[in-house]
């Protein structure tokens, strides 16, 4: 409870009408190993509505106004970056003396950010929700070229810094009550214990 309390704090203090923006970039953090089985693929197709929904509130607290025909690329950067303020992942700065520490030993004062990870399933599931909602494949912003370009630079900045989730740090005494991976969930009991009666 505690450890939240400051992220909290950081997402009310932006403001109110973004509420459900942040609560639904918690669950996109959790659903961005997205498997194949056929009950995450209604899973994927939840999260892709929920970011659809996202994007649009994003665009309609645009200022100036912002349609989706005339969205690009850079629009669809400065969206990820405006996400960054939501992020739970830890990327160090090359000035920081944890930079590329894999486990640092205090707290810095580098900043949040989104999982590249995170960020790489969004702008799959919007391209795709962008081209199901009558968008275009030649104008569809989602695939440009810059946000390719955008993804790439992303991840090779947190590898890098080996970004450490803070969540995960502060938590250190408690086993955190981590939800099981979306694949153990899901995956029938007729497989393998199956075959062990048929033995
Ligand atoms: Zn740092």
């Given at each position: 409870m505690a450890s939240n309390h400051h992220e909290k704090i950081n997402i009310e203090t932006v403001s109110n009408n973004n509420s459900t923006i942040s609560s639904n970039i918690e669950i996109l953090a959790c659903s961005s190993a997205a498997a194949s089985s056929s009950s995450s693929s209604s899973r994927y197709e939840n999260q892709k509505r929920r970011d659809w929904n996202t994007f649009g509130q994003y665009l309609k607290n645009h200022r100036p106004p912002l349609a989706l025909s005339r969205c690009s690329g850079a629009h669809v950067l400065?969206?990820?970056?405006?996400?960054?303020?939501?992020g739970k992942t830890k990327?160090?700065?090359?000035m920081c003396p944890f930079y590329g520490h894999p486990n640092p030993p205090a707290p810095c004062p580098c900043p949040l950010k989104q999982a590249w990870g995170s960020l790489d399933a969004l702008v799959g599931r919007l391209r795709a929700a962008f081209e199901e909602n009558g968008g275009k494949p030649e104008t569809n912003p989602f695939g440009a070229r810059a946000v390719r370009l955008y993804l790439r630079e992303v991840r090779d900045l947190q590898s890098k810094a080996r970004g450490v989730s803070y969540e995960k740090k502060?938590?250190?005494k408690l086993p955190p009550p981590l939800p099981p991976p979306p694949q153990q969930l899901l995956s029938p009991p007729s497989g393998k214990s199956a075959l062990q009666f048929g033995l």
């Open positions: 400065e969206f990820l970056r405006y996400l960054d303020q939501f990327v160090h700065t090359p502060k938590k250190r």
